[in-house]
C-alpha cells in the first residue's frame, strides 16, 4: 500500500474526498499536514502488536569475541528476532545480547543477524508513491487510526468508531499471529476418572 493510498483512504473517511483523487484545497490541507504525525503514531502500535519488519545484518568478525552495536550497524535496529542468528550459514547461540542493542560474537567467520526494524518515517516530504514497509494485512489499519486521531476534535463518535476498528483489527493481528495450542485434554493423574 502506498503513502499516497493511506492519504485518499483517510481523506474518504473524514468526508472530504470522493475516493478517487487527493484535492488540495483549504478543507484538506490541515488533514493532510497532521497525517504524518498519526501515522507514524499508528505504524509504532502495529509494530508492538507484532507486525514487525524482518530484516538481516551480515557482518564478518576475524577475532574470537568481537562487540557489535546493532544500532550502529542499523540505524532502525528494533529488537533482535529469535533464534535467527547464523555464523558461517549454521544457526548459533554463540553470542549474548546486552542492553537490547549490542550483542557479544564468540566465534570468527560471517555471521547473518535478523533483527525487527521500526517502520519508515513518514515525513511531509514522503512521496505519494511510497510503499509502506509493513505487512500488507497491518497498512490497510493504518487509514483508520489516522482518521481517528484527525477527527477526534471534530466528530469524537465517528472518531471513536474508526479508533475501535483500528484496535479491533490490531487485535486480530495480534490473536492471529500468536501460536495455538494443539489438541487439548484432561488427563487425571489420580485416576479418579
Request: charged share 25%; aromatic share 10%.
Amino acid at each position: 500500500m502506498t503513502w499516497g493510498d493511506i492519504q485518499l483512504s483517510v481523506l474518504h473517511k473524514l468526508f472530504v474526498s470522493d475516493g478517487q483523487t487527493i484535492l488540495v484545497n483549504d478543507s484538506t490541507s490541515p488533514y493532510i499536514a497532521a497525517m504524518p504525525l498519526a501515522a507514524n503514531e499508528g505504524l509504532m502500535l502495529l509494530a508492538a502488536c507484532g507486525k514487525y519488519i524482518p530484516k538481516t545484518i551480515e557482518t564478518e568478525t576475524a577475532e574470537s569475541v568481537t562487540d557489535l552495536s546493532l544500532k550502529e550497524l542499523a540505524e532502525n535496529f528494533l529488537s533482535l528476532r529469535e533464534n535467527e542468528v547464523f555464523l558461517n550459514g549454521r544457526h548459533t547461540d554463540g553470542y549474548t545480547l546486552i542492553g537490547g542493542e549490542r550483542m557479544l560474537l564468540y566465534g570468527i567467520g560471517k555471521w547473518i543477524i535478523g533483527y525487527n526494524a521500526y517502520p519508515q518515517k513518514i515525513t511531509q516530504a514522503t512521496d505519494k508513491d511510497y510503499v509502506l514497509d509493513v505487512p500488507e494485512d497491518a497498512a490497510v489499519l493504518l487509514p483508520l487510526y489516522i482518521a481517528a486521531e484527525l477527527y477526534k476534535d471534530e466528530d469524537p463518535q465517528t472518531a471513536a468508531i474508526y479508533r475501535n476498528e483500528f484496535e479491533a483489527g490490531r487485535e486480530a493481528l495480534l490473536y492471529r499471529d500468536t501460536a495455538k495450542s494443539g489438541h487439548m485434554c484432561f488427563e487425571s493423574v489420580s485416576k479418579w476418572i
